[in-house]
């Protein structure tokens, strides 16, 4: 998303963009304290940033009828979910508050998303929730699905599933607010308008990941919807965090509000 940013290509006048590489429990950790003026952040987190932080217009990834995979050893089924001790890539995640809307009756570790599919491999924990590039090879390294979140969300409520987005702090104003949005719409745009030299850049971060294999990834979770959100992508936003309010999970109602 931000290639054209970190690389210098768009004119952003006196504005100067520091790139920070963090996983997403530690940014939204950071968020709960306001670190970043800017920061990607799961739509679950938001909830208790959104008197400091509005969403961005753009920067989400979006899954439309795909999402975070529950994978096990054993062939479980959607219902056994209750039983299974399942590794998690944090509280504050969306995909745990996703699996936390279609069951809250489970045990739960908390693991790095990228040691995950080795806790369940191991026998640490019975199941796993993947959010990274383990989507795509989990059933190569003998794991079965138990559950896509995706798809059961779009099945339930016919809309994607959004995971996270860009927030920005509300004390910068509004002048300054839409101005960084209208940067970062440019990288977004820029990015996707030359997809293999951005992809090549993300390569640095991508963990030995092979291209085809990157590439697949990028285009799941960087995509249209990251451009624009659309009623839909929004109107996802709003019903996970409605449905989290109502079934207990988040302490309160949250109304969804984007920077103009």
Known sequence: MFYALATNKLDTGELRFEHVLEDIQTLNEKAMRGVYDVTAISFHAYAYIADRYALLPHGASIGDNYGPIVVAREKFAPDDIPSLKIAVPGTLTSAFLTLRIFNSQFAYEVVPFDKIIEAVQAGRCDAGLLIHEGQLFYEQLGLHKVLDLGEWWHARTGLPLPMGGNAIRRDLGAEMMSRVSHHLHASIRYSLDHRQDALQ???????????????????????????????????????????????????????????G
């Open 201 to 259: 850049y993300a390569m640095q971060f991508a963990r030995d990941m092979e291209p085809e294999l990157a590439d697949r990834f990028v285009g799941m979770w960087v995509n249209d919807l990251t451009l624009d959100y659309t009623e839909r992508g929004r109107e996802g936003v709003q019903r996970l965090l409605s449905e989290g309010f109502e079934r207990g999970i988040i302490p309160r109602r949250v109304e969804v509000e984007f920077v």
